[in-house]
């Protein structure tokens, strides 16, 4: 029963995801000279399985807060994955970056908020209303669930469009673990 929800509920948010999204983030990522990613909570995590995948496509690729992260660049990509668009700490990172002159990037459960203002785009996740209360969902599981399925779909395009074997992304992989 509680499978079933799920799977119904994440397939209705990508269901609402418009068809365009996945170029346009894949577009914005082969335009940037290094791209970085941050979220807060649930979404860092999501983000940070699409870094890996990123670096598992041949990007150059950090995650904002890793203490070998470099500074952010003008040319350079900045990724928030934000349901709210209103994390203060998102918003300072997008501040930031918006000053140094790199392109934002915001994956979203709204298509209206403060990092949506400051972003280049905003990747809105199936639409605002889906996001009410879901029992057995709580607290930003389907915007979290429905965003990593979006980028791991994203990162099958890119494999596929780019004929990037696997083989060659498992030479990419950390062999320390």
């Given at each position: 029963?509680?499978?079933?929800?799920?799977?119904?509920?994440?397939?209705?948010?990508?269901?609402?995801?418009?068809?365009?999204?996945?170029?346009?983030?894949?577009d914005?990522?082969d335009?940037?000279?290094?791209?970085?990613?941050?979220?807060?909570?649930?979404?860092?995590?999501?983000?940070?399985?699409?870094?890996?995948?990123?670096?598992?496509?041949?990007?150059?690729?950090?995650?904002?807060?890793?203490?070998?992260?470099?500074?952010?660049?003008?040319?350079?990509?900045?990724?928030?994955?934000?349901?709210?668009?209103?994390?203060?700490?998102?918003?300072?990172?997008?501040?930031?970056?918006?000053?140094?002159?790199?392109?934002?990037?915001?994956?979203?459960?709204?298509?209206?908020?403060?990092?949506?203002?400051?972003?280049?785009?905003?990747?809105?996740?199936?639409?605002?209303?889906?996001?009410g209360?879901?029992?057995?969902?709580?607290?930003?599981?389907?915007?979290?669930?429905?965003?990593?399925?979006?980028?791991?779909?994203?990162?099958?395009?890119?494999?596929?469009?780019?004929?990037?074997?696997?083989?060659?992304?498992?030479?990419?992989?950390?062999?320390?673990?």
């Amino acid at each position: 029963m509680h499978q079933e929800l799920v799977i119904n509920k994440i397939s209705s948010i990508l269901e609402a995801t418009p068809d365009g999204h996945d170029k346009a983030l894949v577009d914005m990522l082969d335009q940037a000279k290094r791209i970085f990613i941050s979220g807060a909570g649930r979404s860092k995590l999501v983000g940070n399985f699409f870094a890996m995948r990123l670096m598992h496509g041949g990007y150059d690729v950090s995650v904002v807060g890793e203490i070998v992260t470099p500074s952010i660049k003008a040319g350079d990509l900045l990724i928030i994955i934000s349901g709210s668009g209103e994390t203060e700490q998102l918003i300072a990172f997008t501040k930031k970056a918006k000053e140094i002159g790199a392109k934002i990037v915001l994956i979203s459960a709204k298509d209206d908020s403060t990092i949506g203002d400051m972003a280049d785009i905003t990747l809105q996740i199936g639409r605002s209303e889906q996001y009410g209360k879901v029992k057995g969902m709580p607290m930003g599981t389907v915007f979290e669930l429905s965003t990593l399925l979006f980028l791991e779909a994203t990162i099958s395009h890119v494999i596929h469009d780019k004929g990037i074997e696997e083989e060659v992304m498992r030479s990419r992989h950390a062999n320390l673990e």
